[in-house]
């Protein structure tokens, strides 16, 4: 949940022997109150676990052996790809850490979630105009009122064509600007004949800058954005500085609200496991339900463990705008931050949306990895995610989320079962117990693969047992899928992890304060006398339609011009 | 199927051939070396075992693993037919040259837009090198 590479500080000097649970976690916490014996890796010597994840990392490597078996297919038919960027989207709406635990070796020195207003579009929006006024427009209103009236809509950018350099090509890309006349010692500036290169991305989180399909989501919400704020402008003309942020932080809510409600009734019921979704999200959202504290943060049983679920989902290939696949490694190039000299973003990537989300009940051209322990090779390269420790671990992300779960403080899962059912007897009814269902299994799916002349690393004697007995967070999310639906949607303790960190966001930051609420599972027009309160005619929501899922959305945004501007 | 040989990983699939070449496990340096493949269901089973990807074109069913010593010039002949394919793409009118994706990643900067006759030049110099290229 933080950035690829430079959010990391280096390896402190006094390594952590032991770890204990941290009353302290910065904005996150566990799920249920933990106690040392029931963490992930208890009495283990971390950086022995460290070790043994790179071992395990190994064998989901070697599921490329068993990728050929008959009837076992990778694609998701139950969830179109482009599902995987907006849930990396959702993970930088709920999280946002300096470091990476994994990099640190547990260090907290600096660990904090500043996300503080979870599930809020702060992804988008950051601080707003004045604290992150490089994702907003320089508006001539901007410019005619001496910088008064705050700038409101937000930045799209032009894409390139790289064969015809000169060819004016729609803003189909988020906006990226280089500096110019800077001491930056990575810019040539030569008098006479300065490098400009866009090293820096108009977004309000770098992250939705680290490759070219998260920052198409992006564009969408910035896309969508300026349309709501034009209806708002259309309707309740913004004629003082006052009017001005009325309309831009109505757009926010509307944005919001619509956003929330495709996470409720489309995201959540794609990915989780229909019984844990019955549970808590119908007939409507069962906050009651939660069995963590909302107010205390994002639990990292999910930061740390269940929503990396994502990172299996990524595809070798893409089929972006017609049936030629592009590899994925390809869109890893497009970043302002990371490789500048690539971007703006080039026209083969101006994504075909149909192409990544059923659309009018036509089935998309890429769909998603099953949720398996078994990652695309993207995920799994030295190049792109080299080791982050060369004398304890493998290349690739399964291993670096593997690492993580050793550092993070977070649940043993079989106590973690326990835990939950003895908490909540309801939720026993599709919890499973760890050994009745899983640990059998487990220990054959470990032992699979296994050849004493094999080239890469193997199990080292005791080492199956000791994941059985134990199985990291995030690599049994993976499996419990796979073992319960086959990995077309997460499982019943990932589902349950993901639904307490979703509600408890939405329970922890409400859309509204005070006499002004709003509620995502309501319809928008219901709703718009909140909205009169602040002085917005209802003319604004006259053309907004009641969304579901993003398929609707982008229904919605094709038939409003919204996906193709000039 | 395709119409190219794709491998997965440059980088993996490099460590593998350094450790037929040396002996030595550049994957896991613990492990005893993988063994030179002598057939084309040898060389996926060892690449899967690592967790490598490797798809062949159509019609490619054969294999062949040289290894030479440095005391011999060894000159590696593409198929004509390769050849030729390669040269009808690049005089299409927007051909990009299809350089292998690693070179732009490691150097950070993407390869410039040609015309079609540095393309044919840039085509024949690469033939040329990894014809007589051993290592480096």
């Known amino acids: ?566 | 199927m395709g119409t190219s040989l794709e491998i997965s990983d440059d980088v993996l699939w490099g460590k593998l051939v350094k450790s037929w070449a040396t002996g030595n496990n550049y994957i896991a340096p613990t492990r005893p070396a993988p063994p030179i493949p002598r057939t084309r269901d040898e060389l996926l089973a060892q690449a899967a075992e690592i967790g490598l990807t490797i798809t062949f074109p159509d019609g490619m069913v054969g294999l062949e693993i040289i290894q030479y010593s440095g005391e011999t010039a060894v000159i590696k002949l593409p198929p004509k037919s390769m050849i030729e394919e390669t040269e009808a793409l690049l005089r299409g009118a927007d051909a990009l040259y299809p350089m292998p994706q690693f070179y732009e990643d490691f150097f950070a900067a993407p390869l410039p837009a040609m015309d079609e006759a540095r393309r044919l030049e840039l085509h024949a110099a690469r033939i040329g090198d990894y014809s007589v290229r051993n290592c480096g």
Not at chain 1, 9 to 37: F, H, K, M, Y
Not at chain 1, 474 to 501: C, T, Y
């Open chain 1, 1 to 566: 949940m933080h950035g690829i590479s430079l959010s990391t500080i280096p390896e402190l000097v006094d390594g952590v022997t032991r770890l204990a649970v941290d009353a302290d976690l910065s904005g996150t916490q566990n799920l249920l109150a933990l106690t040392d014996d029931s963490m992930f890796g208890a009495g283990k010597e971390p950086a022995e676990l460290r070790k043994l994840m790179r071992r395990l990392a190994a064998r989901i490597s070697r599921e490329t052996l068993r990728s050929d078996r008959p009837g076992r297919s990778e694609d998701n038919p139950n969830i179109p790809s482009g599902y995987t960027y907006l849930l990396q989207f959702i993970a930088h709406d709920m999280v946002n850490t300096s470091i990476s635990l994994a990099a640190t070796a547990g260090r907290r020195f600096g660990f904090q979630n500043a996300r503080q207003q979870p599930l809020t579009l702060d992804t988008i929006y950051g601080g707003g105009p004045d604290v992150s006024p490089q994702v907003y427009e320089y508006s001539a209103q901007c410019v005619h009122s001496r910088g008064l009236m705050p700038r409101t809509k937000m930045r799209c950018g032009r894409a390139q064509d790289r064969v015809h350099p000169d060819e004016k090509m729609p803003f189909a890309d988020i906006g990226r600007a280089m500096p110019v006349e800077v001491q930056d010692s990575g810019l040539d500036s030569s008098p006479g004949n300065p490098e400009c290169l866009r090293t820096e991305a108009l977004v309000a989180d770098a992250r939705n800058d680290d490759h070219a399909l998260i920052a198409q989501v992006t564009l969408l919400f910035h896309r969508m954005h300026n349309f709501i704020l034009d209806q708002l402008n259309s309707a309740t003309p913004a004629k003082t500085a006052s009017d001005a942020y009325r309309n831009l932080i109505c757009a926010r809510f509307i944005l919001t609200l619509l956003y929330r409600r495709i996470i409720v009734k489309d995201v959540m019921y794609r990915l989780l496991d229909p019984s844990v979704y019955r549970y808590y999200f119908l007939p409507d959202i069962n906050s009651g339900k939660l069995v963590c504290d909302p107010d205390a943060g994002v639990p990292v049983e999910f930061s740390h463990g269940a929503f990396r679920c994502g990172h299996a989902m990524t595809r070798n290939s893409y089929r972006v705008r017609d049936d030629t696949p592009i590899p994925a490694t390809r869109a890893m190039q497009f970043s302002s931050r990371r490789a500048p000299q690539f971007v703006p973003l080039s026209k083969e990537w101006i994504v075909k949306w149909e192409q990544f989300f059923e659309i009018n009940g036509k089935k998309p051209a890429n769909l998603s990895r099953r949720l398996r322990p078994d990652f695309s090779s993207l995920a799994r390269s030295e190049f792109y995610f080299p080791p982050l420790l060369l004398s304890s671990d493998g290349p690739g992300l399964p291993n670096r989320d593997l690492v993580s779960a050793v550092y993070a403080r977070i649940w043993s899962v079989p106590k973690l079962i326990d835990a939950l059912r003895a908490k909540n007897p309801e939720l026993a009814n599709f919890l499973p117990t760890y050994q009745r269902e899983y640990a059998a299994k487990l220990t054959a799916w470990l032992n699979e693969t296994a050849d004493p002349k094999g080239g890469s690393e193997q199990f080292e004697a005791g080492d199956i047992a000791a994941i059985v007995d134990d199985p990291p967070l995030p690599f049994f999310v993976l499996f419990e899928a796979d073992i319960k639906h086959d990995g077309q949607r997460l499982g019943p303790l990932g589902s349950i992890i993901i639904a307490e960190a979703i509600i408890g966001a939405m329970v922890k930051s409400p859309l509204g304060k005070g006499p002004f609420v709003l509620d995502p599972m309501r319809l928008l027009k219901d709703q718009t006398g909140e909205f009169r309160k602040l002085g917005v005619d209802e003319k604004a929501f006259s053309v907004i339609s009641e969304m579901q899922s993003f398929e609707d959305l982008l229904v919605f945004m094709n038939a409003h011009g919204l996906l193709h501007q000039g």
